[in-house]
């Protein structure tokens, strides 16, 4: 089974741009959760959608947003970037239980994007 | 809030060497606990979890043991390897609809042969 794929892998921009990420989950998985890992704030969750809804939303401005598709993909977009939104932009798909519970996460390679 | 704190690194050690991660976890409630690894350059793989108190997640050689009297989940191998050097992140995960891990800031492990 394909795992998570995420395209692209690298990206450079410059301030005041915007930026989509894509993120495909591992067939099957209806969950996924998008988290932001830089090296002063480590692993911070960015939000979750499970059937085309966002379910969960971290702390992060509203410049960051996603959506995602019926056949589950998804995408992130940050828009007017800052140098500060360097980092490397995690997705990960998980299935959901029956009861509404969710399995374990499952990572994709991440995308690095560098704001210059 | 809920929060996970891990051992500073970097650790270094030899290889055959034991391995002992420290995670402890505050937490209302009864998450999962899960360990996952990251090497240069590659996104976090699952290395084990435990979803209840006293069980033991095992992979690879690698063990973990859910102590909700000590609220922690001290990650355990018995030899490393050069192979094994990577970043080790401890991360919790409420059960119900909230699909959001929280994560230890990390802990470097350098083996060297």
């Known amino acids: 089974k394909a795992g998570v794929t995420q395209t692209p892998r690298y990206l450079i921009k410059t301030r005041g741009q915007q930026v989509t990420l894509s993120c495909s989950p591992i067939s099957g998985h209806r969950s996924v959760s998008w988290y932001q890992q830089t090296p002063g704030q480590g692993l911070q969750f960015l939000f979750e959608y499970f059937s085309e809804t966002q379910r969960n939303k971290g702390n992060f401005p509203g410049r960051f947003s996603g959506r995602q598709f019926s056949n589950s993909r998804s995408e992130m977009n940050v828009s007017t970037l800052e140098l500060g939104d360097s980092a490397l932009y995690l997705c990960?798909?998980?299935?959901?239980?029956?009861?509404?519970?969710?399995?374990?996460?499952?990572f994709g390679p991440g995308t690095r994007l560098t704001v210059l | 809030g809920d929060s996970v704190t891990q051992m500073e690194g970097p650790v270094t050690l030899s290889e055959e060497a034991f391995l002992t991660i420290n995670c402890t976890y505050t937490a209302t409630g009864y998450p999962s606990l899960f360990w996952y690894v990251q090497y240069p350059g590659e996104g976090l793989q699952l290395l084990l979890k435990a979803t209840k108190a006293d069980d033991k997640g095992s992979n690879k050689g690698f063990e973990a043991t859910y102590r909700k009297e000590t609220t922690s989940f001290h990650l355990e191998k018995g030899s490393v390897q050069v192979s094994d050097s990577a970043v080790y992140f401890c991360a919790l995960l409420y059960g119900g609809a909230t699909n959001k891990l929280i994560f230890g800031t990390g802990t470097l492990l350098a083996v060297q042969p």
């Open positions: 990960a798909s998980s299935l959901v239980r029956a009861g509404g519970s969710y399995n374990e996460q499952f």
